[in-house]
């Protein structure tokens, strides 16, 4: 099946400091990729969606200058959390939607603690 | 407002008993709900999806129903094995668009 790879899988930053996180589809094309994150013992939240070449839509209450997203290809999307703070530490997941199918795929998700 | 509720945060099953997980939800506009199964430090995966045309749906081990003028839906596993055991978001969806996603029932299947 599609596979879709996030990168880095745990990051651990100073609070103040921004991150960047990747999300691939490897061997899809994927005009529209998501943005979550799960708090422990939480559901899934969208953030945003995330299309190619457009800016990214947020969801209600989501901060667009702190959570930048770029989606510069059909096959990767970037999340980067700006000015990170304790409380932005979470699991970041993201998922990418194949341009030919429109089936969801879903990455491994990525660690952030913010120290 | 929580459009997709999973009342049961955890459910413990017997090995090669029925597992029944449960599903409500409250937009109307939903087209199409996805059942995933995630285990801890990873991402979703995609076990099964129903139509909301349809009231059922098999796939090997895995049946999702749909009821929809009760806005609810379930997920049956049977025989549930061990590896089963894992957290289980149901997700509502409308125009092929985002998701939405219910707080998750981590099923728990004993030997």
């Given at each position: 099946?599609?596979?879709?790879?996030?990168?880095?899988?745990?990051?651990?930053?100073?609070s103040g400091t921004s991150v960047k996180i990747e999300c691939r589809s490897l061997d899809f094309q994927a005009t529209t990729m998501f943005w979550y994150r799960q708090f422990p013992k939480q559901s899934l939240m969208l953030m945003a969606t995330s299309n190619e070449g457009s800016k990214a839509t947020y969801e209600q209450g989501v901060e667009k200058d702190k959570f930048l997203i770029n989606h510069a290809s059909l096959t990767l999307s970037t999340l980067t959390v700006t000015s990170a703070h304790p409380e932005d530490s979470s699991?970041?997941?993201c998922s990418a939607r194949d341009l030919g199918t429109v089936d969801l795929y879903f990455g491994p998700g990525t660690r952030l603690t913010v120290t | 407002d929580q459009q997709v509720k999973q009342n049961s945060p955890s459910l413990s099953v017997q090995e090669g008993r029925i597992?029944?997980?449960?599903?409500?939800?409250?937009?109307?506009?939903?087209?199409?709900?996805?059942?995933?199964k995630k285990y801890p430090a990873e991402g979703p995966t995609f076990l099964i999806s129903i139509s909301s045309i349809k009231d059922k749906n098999e796939d090997g081990r895995f049946t999702v129903f749909l009821n929809k003028s009760a806005k609810h839906l379930s997920l049956h596993i049977v025989p549930s094995q061990p590896g089963d055991s894992a957290v289980y978001f149901c997700a509502g969806a409308w125009g092929a668009q985002k998701l939405v996603f219910g707080q998750g029932t981590r099923l728990t299947i004993n030997p």
């Open positions: 099946g599609a596979v879709v790879s996030q990168h880095p899988s745990r990051v651990i930053c100073k699991f970041y997941i | 597992s029944i997980l449960n599903c409500d939800y409250t937009n109307s506009m939903f087209d199409y709900f996805l059942w995933y």
